[in-house]
Nanobody
């Protein structure tokens, strides 16, 4: 029903930047908040940040606040994760997820995109 496709991952040196994209398609996308998660090797998936399709402000995990910025392009049904001042601990697979606004359920997930930060 809803498809999410992440892109933009890659290899970057510490202190560098990357911008991830999550292109969404499907019905009633306005019924979802959009979220970024990441999963480092050997660790559980963790919340990175979230944004609404319209209205409201983006929110971030403390570990990325001030370095990462989430934005959206409603015309393209795409959300972005701008990552600056990357650190080796930012390494992991980054996923976008669609969260139903009214139930808070994470209903759909993308396939993930790999981000590797070298020191």
């Amino acid at each position: 029903q809803v498809q999410l496709v992440e892109s933009g991952g890659g290899l970057v040196q510490a202190g560098g930047s990357l911008r991830l994209s999550c292109a969404a398609s499907g019905r009633a996308l306005s019924a979802y908040n959009m979220n970024w998660f990441r999963q480092a090797p050997g660790k559980e998936r963790e919340f990175v940040g979230s944004i609404m399709w319209s209205g409201g402000s983006a929110s971030y995990a403390e570990t990325v606040k001030g370095r990462f910025t989430i934005s959206r392009d409603n015309a393209k049904n795409t959300i972005y994760l701008q990552m600056n001042d990357l650190k080796p601990e930012d390494t992991g697979v980054y996923y976008c997820a669609a969260q139903l606004v009214f139930t808070r359920q994470y209903a759909y997930w993308g396939q993930g995109t790999q981000v590797t930060v070298s020191s």
